[in-house]
Each structure stands twice: as C-alpha cells, then as structure tokens.
C-alpha cells in the first residue's frame, strides 16, 4: 500500500523513537518535525535527514496526511485540535487526553471533518501481550474473574534530568504509565464498569538526581501513590496500585486470575516478555507463537513503537477500524481520571463511556504492518 506523509509535532525525547523505529513499518513515512522551539526541530530533522518546520507550516503542508501529536499531555487536546482544524488526521502520545470533555469534543470535531484520531499506547499490540489475549480467548484459563496490576518505582527524577511535569496535574503514575496497564487490562478483559480507590503522596517535594538540574527540589503537584479497585463489564475485579514511592517489592506486573488457572502478564509497559501459566495446580509448559512483535530488536528488546500509528496507516487506505481508536483511548482516559477522581473522594464512580476490545493481531497480521 502507498505511504502516507506524517509529520511530529513536538521533538522531545519520545520523537527519537518514533523517528528511529519509523523505517521498519509499512504504511507511512515520516517526512517533516515541528517545535514551538525551532532549535529542537532542527536538530531533529538534521539527526533523522527529514524537514524541519515551524508548527503552522506543518500544519499548512499539502503534503503532509496524517500528524503525530508528541506534546506534553497538558496541551494534547489542543494541539490534536488544531491538527483536525488543519484537515488531517492525528495520532496522540500517551495519555489521548485529561478528561472525557476534551475527548468527546475531539469526536464530535473529527466525525464532522471525517478525519481519524488514534492514540498510543501500542505495546498491547506486542507479541507477548497478543499471545496472552490468545490464551484467554481460547478458554485457556477460564473465565478472568480477578487480578492484579502494579506500577510501582521510585519515580522519575532518578533517570529523566528534567521530570518536574510527572508530578503536576496531568501526569502522575495513573496518567503518565497507567495507559499501558489499562489499556492491556481493557484489550484482555473488556471495558470497565466502575472503579473506586485511595490516594496519596509520600513526600511534598523530589530531588532531580541526575543531569545538570542534580540537586534541585521540585514540587509535587498530584497523588504519587494510588490504590485503586477496576470492576470490569465482564465481572472481573482488578486491583490497581500505581506508586512512585516504592522503592523495592515481589510483585509481578500484571497478574490475572481465571477459573481454570492463573496468567503472567509481562510488563505492558513493554511489547515482548515471558508469559507464564498455572492451569490449576500445574504449571504449564507454554511453547510461545512466533509473534513478529515479540523480536527482539532494540538494545535487545522487543521495541515497535509504531505499530498503532502503522495500523491505523493501514485502515486510511484499506478501510476498517484501527486498533488504537479514539473511542477505546477515550475509555482508557475516563478509567485513569475516575481512579484520580476516587481518590479524592473516597467514592465508587461510574464510567460513562464504554468501548469494545480491538480486535487481536496474530502473527500474519503484525508481519504486513511491517516493511
């Protein structure tokens, strides 16, 4: 299939990745970068041999279809706005948007415009994480009826040399690496129902422990520590914490608990990783499928970030839906305010929005995203 012509607006970290990964995918072509600092942009454009522009010429360029929003998330909805004012079609970083407001009015704009919105994150689509949808579709350990699912570290300023925005309004464990977790969940098990939960942070101030801020304090603006309760459509009850107060525990990523055994989640922050099962009170010798999104092939990781943004190419020019859609980031966004939400309050909340699992990506379809 023809190529579409992407740009990137915001030329952060995370660019180098969508830049670096972007040859190994059929479907698209990353032609152009944008930054309201021009500096960033043009270093990025000279790193990756592709054009630099300012912000309103990106969104100006004929040639440019489809634009990938890598913005930090407070200005995700407006800049996604401004891409579907433009006439093209917009994939967002991780979290889509703060609120089920700003998503629903994303909606309303691009089915008005006939223009398609996606979001990260994609690592479900990973082979490990395929190969555990796989085994729940197939009965393999029953019905899901419960699990766990732990995000917990000791935050971002011992690795990110400017992390001051991971503990304001927006960001926090929920928004900032929930989104892989409870997109997994909801791919895995379906959409949730209701979440209840308790939040709290474990000090007023962090210490950037790297880079050449090494040593100054920055506030903390959001709860570092959520314990939250997910009661899914389905039935499923799942236990969420999500902590940047932890500084060492024995639990596993994810774990899910069906009527006929037990299901190791490797980490949904990542594409590959064991999968592990207990079918009663045996465990299971598993023969992992040779999954193309399970390769190894980025410092010895399995790393496609790319591949939503590719399926979603793929549906523009073939039609059907793709598998990052605004409706299922949207539910995934009203889970993660929700649990901020009871957090606050103490209270059970009931989820407005809903959506259906996308559709899984066996072996066959992952190889024809990729070139």
């Known amino acids: ?37 021009a500096s960033a942009a043009e270093a990025r454009a000279k790193e ?21 929003n890598l913005t ?5 909805a407006e800049v996604s706005k401004s891409i579907l004012n433009a006439g093209k079609h917009v994939y967002s970083e991780k979290p889509f948007v703060l609120s089920v407001e700003e998503g629903r009015a994303l909606a309303t704009l691009a089915a008005e415009k006939g223009l398609r919105v996606g979001s990260a994150p994609d690592t479900f689509m990973g082979g490990a994480h395929q190969f555990v949808r796989n085994l729940i579709d ?8 419960s699990g766990t699912a732990m995000v917990q570290s000791f935050g971002m300023e011992h690795w990110h040399p400017n992390p001051d925005f991971f503990y304001q309004p927006g960001a926090g464990p929920v928004l900032d690496i ?29 210490t950037i422990a790297c880079g050449p801020r090494n040593g100054e304090e920055i506030r903390v603006g ?15 009850v799942i236990t969420l914490i999500a902590s940047w107060d932890v500084y060492a525990h024995g639990h596993s990523k994810m774990e899910l608990y069906g009527s006929e055994g037990t299901v190791f989640v490797p980490d949904p922050n990542f594409f590959g990783g064991e999968v592990r099962v207990t079918a009663r009170d045996q465990a ?5 499928w040779t999954h193309p ?38 539910h995934v966004v009203e889970v993660m305010t929700a649990i901020l939400q009871a957090g606050e309050t103490g209270q059970v909340i009931d989820l407005t929005t809903r959506c259906d699992r996308p559709e899984p990506i066996g072996p066959e379809a992952a190889a024809q995203l990729l070139a």
Do not use: W
């Open 222 to 236: 959001t709860p570092t520590t959520l314990h939250a309760v997910l009661e899914f459509h389905s039935g499923a």
């Open 284 to 288: 299971r010798d598993l023969t992992q």
């Open 48 to 68: 990756f041999g592709v054009r630099a522009d300012t912000v309103e010429g990106l969104l100006a360029s004929a040639d440019i279809d489809l634009v990938v």
């Open 72 to 76: 930090i998330p407070a200005v995700h």
């Open 138 to 145: 197939a009965g393999t350990v029953g019905e899901i009826t």
């Open 293 to 330: 999104f399970s390769v190894p092939n980025d410092a010895e990781q399995a790393n496609y970030r790319g591949a939503g943004l590719a399926d979603m190419a793929r549906a523009l020019v073939e039609g059907g839906a793709h598998r990052c859609s605004l409706e299922f980031a949207l």
């Open 1 to 37: 299939m023809a190529d579409l012509n992407v740009g990137l607006i915001g030329c952060g970290n995370i660019s180098a990745a969508y830049l670096r990964l972007a040859p190994m995918f059929n479907g698209y072509k990353i032609t152009t970068v944008a930054d309201i600092d």
């Open 178 to 206: 929930g989104p892989y977790y409870i997109s997994n969940l909801v791919q895995l098990i379906g959409p949730v129902k209701r979440v209840t939960g308790f939040a709290k942070s474990a000090r007023t101030t962090r």
